[in-house]
């Protein structure tokens, strides 16, 4: 039965074909091509919000919310990098490009980012004068496309990322489609202005972890083994991932789950390839910790992590730290209400816009309109940025007193328990009030 | 003339002696004995330098090099002069595949043949292969020029964008997007220059121009069996 109290109640719905789902049907039949979007999947996952902590009682000592420390920093890159990186909180802002993004925005998450100690990373399009002015901490990807890779913007970098994957399409290469090809996009990426642009989806020199640890050799050789080597995978096989990443030489490891965000690629790929990020970081912790590599190699979790929570219950899954893409971009001003009028004439409302391909972002975010950039002060942005990344903050800082830590790295599986059977068996956690953890025996 | 001789210091010797000479050179003629095949040689030089490798190297020899002069006096493995910005990088033997992936600029000569994808994704540099070269040659090619001077296999300039691509002997086959073109005066000229610049004897007008017919810059459904 229909949920829209304006349809007959007498009606039923069908759950297989749904609404939307017949208009994706109708969409496809009349265009002959397939739906090409943003955002992440949109799908009901098996999710953090399946997980509880347990909060201290009479066998845990909490922590005095307002007067015992709790530390937030942490140190990424230390295996083999003269320079590790050091945040001073554990929640930095995903690889977004210029490109997808205005100049203004890439600039206000450097502002944002910077505001609070920790980095930002930049996307598949090179680095920008923006950007790395205004990142006190800036992570630059080496991605398949190398879109703008040069030498001298690899030795101004604090973390070199190697990018595989990302969690939204995993096995996909980047897309930037013609309306948001400008001059100084197609400059930077030595494209054509106004092409549909499709990036590779494999690296061009090398091919498997064996070449890939050459290639980690090649980029540490040239930067003279100052900085960090990341290597960042779209979360699939991850257990796999991780000890051939580990192996290849990465001093830090990011794992991206299905939930995370893009800023174009087929609806399909986005929505049907992938595992959730609650299923892949237990997976990855494992591999790490039978190569008694965890907390050497530090572990960076991201995909649909939105509140203080996320960030807790990711690190007490064994995560080190955590990255934001889509939640930063919504602490910017996406899709935002106040727009809602502009969404709707444009076919989308405020909450729903996800078509960041087209460029027409009437926040002002994912585009490369002149006008719309300037809707965006990159100044009020960031401080906007700062203030989310501080609640996050406090919010895990809340939960992890609460549980008796002083370290949010101090959290740890035994804090959690499950409310569905998925999630205990995908986050090795017991299903709440029980002992039982699906796949694990009794 | 600095010697480095590779059967008793460390490829991290080598390369930091090289980057060492970027604020200020005092040594502009480096020697490279005993290469052995070892991976990431003069990588990352940024300084108008002389590297003479004698022998074969590994992967990524002169990867990103902005400015050098490197020749390798043997065989160059995977992705020689990978992402180059400026200066020349020589091959006096066969290179391996995706030699000078992604790069941005300068001149890379190969006086063998080099193997499947060369110039994969090439962004402005000038290749010249007095050899053949392997298959899927110049994919993703977005600007530069590819000099082939024997053959080249299958799938030449697979989704090219505006690089230039001359071919004196044989394809076997054309990528997606990839069409011969009519080779007009300005081309001739083109192909005298990047000939002499690489000391390659040939004649210009025994070649053919390939490019791309940039029917696929745009998604269009009437396209769709090409992808």
Known sequence: MSNDINVNPGLRESATFDRTTMHEIRRAAETGIYDIRGFGAKRKLPHFDDLLFLGASMSRYPLEGYREKCNTSVVLGDRFAKNPIKLDIPITIAGMSFGALSANAKEALGRGASEVGTSTTTGDGGMTPEERGQSKKLVYQYLPSRYGMNPDDLRKADAIEVVLGQGAKPGGGGMLLGQKITDRVAQMRTLPKGIDQRSACRHPDWTGPDDLAIKIQELREITDWQVPIYIKVGATRTYYDVKLAVKAGADVIVVDGMQGGTAATQDVFIEHVGIPTLAAIPQAVQALQEMGMHRKVQLIVSGGIRNGADVAKCMALGADAVAIGTAALVALGCNHPMYDEEFKKIGSAAGFYDDYHEGKDPAGISTQDPELMKRLDPVAAGHRLANYLRVLTLEAQTLARACGKNDLRNLEPEDLVALTVESAAMARVPLAGTTWVPGQGF | ?227
């Open chain 2, 1 to 227: 003339m600095k010697t480095f001789d590779l059967s008793e210091a460390t490829v991290r010797d080598l390369n930091q002696a090289l980057h060492d000479q970027s604020p200020e050179c005092v040594e502009r003629e480096f020697e490279v004995l005993n290469p052995k095949g070892q991976h990431n040689l003069a990588c990352g030089i940024d300084q108008n330098l002389s590297v003479d490798i004698k022998g074969h190297a590994g992967y990524f020899c002169a990867g990103m090099n902005q400015k050098a002069h490197v020749t390798i006096h043997g065989n160059a493995g995977q992705g020689v002069a990978e992402n180059m910005m400026s200066g020349t990088v020589r091959v006096k033997g066969d290179a391996s595949q995706a030699a000078g992936a992604t790069a941005h600029g300068g001149l890379l000569v190969i006086e063998g043949n080099a193997g499947a994808r060369c110039g994969i994704s090439m962004k402005g540099v000038d290749i010249v292969v007095k050899g053949s070269v392997g298959h899927m040659s110049c994919f993703m090619g977005q600007a530069g020029s590819l000099v082939v001077c024997g053959d080249a296999g299958d799938a030449l300039g697979d989704s090219l964008y505006e690089v230039h691509i001359y071919v004196k002997g044989s394809v076997k086959s054309l990528g997606a997007d990839c069409v011969e073109k009519e080779m007009r005066d300005e081309h001739i000229t083109e192909l005298t220059e990047l000939l002499n610049r690489a000391g390659v004897d040939e004649d210009p007008t025994q070649f053919k121009r390939y490019g791309s017919a940039r029917q696929l810059y745009n998604f269009k459904v009437d396209n769709v069996s090409a992808y």
